[in-house]
């Protein structure tokens, strides 16, 4: 019969007349839980066991007049095989054996680590008893699975997160790499685990990226969103580039540090943004700035101009006779009208120019750093191209502009106000023409 199976139970080994006084000794002297095992042809009886040993199964003592207990009499079916395994390490190798296993007594489970050492015959010859020493682990064992819960369950979320996650050491050595981190940069989790993070950037942020490392592992600071001020950017293993979104945070690894950064491929979000963004400052048919677009403008620009004693000038333009092109023509024609005299705007400003639709047939240019001289010049040239610009056959398209110049008590509003003045002078001299 297989020691380790007990599919019957043996019968109990009975004690011989003498009780075994120096085992009794010898376990009594160890100040932590200890007995002594006896192989037998059942498996292993216990011989002798100090009060702390049997304190654990909710024992106070051993009787004399009984059977000697086996193992299966204190420990639990999953533990049994688990102790029979350690004392016949013990027994047939001759070495110490260590086995941790549940123990339930009173109501309660608690962990305890048992040694299993041989004890050998007076003879010297042979080997048949076990001294077994235990002591309660349940703090540590608890403490341990607890963490291999949270490890598990880490890996876990690491493995499955939609984002990319990378974890590196403090000299930028890559340790984790997830399918999704896989799946943004291109490369395998076996092609970039153990090589330099500094891959996954262009080389013109790397060769200062060591830096940031190490000044983020001497701060106080335990996570930071990177790219606040100025976009990241990312290289893929095909050497294309795109912005990127990470946040990073570090935690104290023995002497070492290790980081841990989310890495999101941020190219499509920030394209939606910038597309809503735009929207939402743009005239939707001409392509120019809108009223709330061009407001502000006019509002920073005032300001930096007076702040630095700059020049200023603003158009005020407004299509002739445009109720018309629509009553004859349609709205169609008139759409083609304003989208012919946005792209003219457009044509002839400057990067620093703001043009803009500000309502139904009125338009607008803030021209930073320009004289009212050179406004003016401007406005009559844009009269000459759009006059000349054949949108409706038969049917030229005309503009009056008003041209005005920022003075020290204008705000934005005073001079709007003042181009529309000149605007409306333009009107009643004829219109097609520009005034100042």
Known sequence: MNSLDRDMVPKKAEKPAEVTSSLDALVGALGISAAVFEECNDGFKLLAANPKYLKAFGREF??????????????????????????????????EADVTVPIEANQETRWWRYTFAPLVNDDQTSRCRVLCTGIDVTRKYSARLA??????????????SFEGIIACRKDGTIMRFNKAAEKIFGYSNNEIVGQSINMLMPSKFAASHDKHLASFARSPDGAKKMGERLPLAGRRKDGSEFVTEVAISKTQVGDDVMFMAVVRDDTDRRAAVDKLRKEANTDFLTGLHNRR?????????????????????????????????????GHDAGDQVLRAIANILSAQSRDQDICARTGGEELCILMPETTLKAATAIAER?????????VIPDNPVTVSIGCAHLTDDDTGLTLAARADEKLYEAKAAGKNRAIS
């Not at 004399?64 to 047939?92: E, K």
């Open 62 to 95: 051993m009787p004399l007049d009984q059977p000697y207990p086996d193992v299966a009499d204190f420990f639990a079916p999953t533990a049994s095989p688990h102790i029979y395994s350690g004392l016949l390490w013990a027994l047939c190798y001759g070495r």
């Open 147 to 160: 963490s291999e819960m949270v490890r598990t369950n880490l890996e876990s979320f690491v493995k499955s």
């Open 293 to 329: 677009s061009f407001d502000r403008h006019l509002e920073h620009e005032v300001a930096r101009a007076n702040r630095y004693s700059r020049p200023l000038s603003f158009l005020a333009l407004d299509i002739d006779d445009f109720k018309q092109v629509n009553d004859t023509h």
């Open 382 to 390: 844009l009269c000459g191209l759009i006059a000349a610009c054949d």
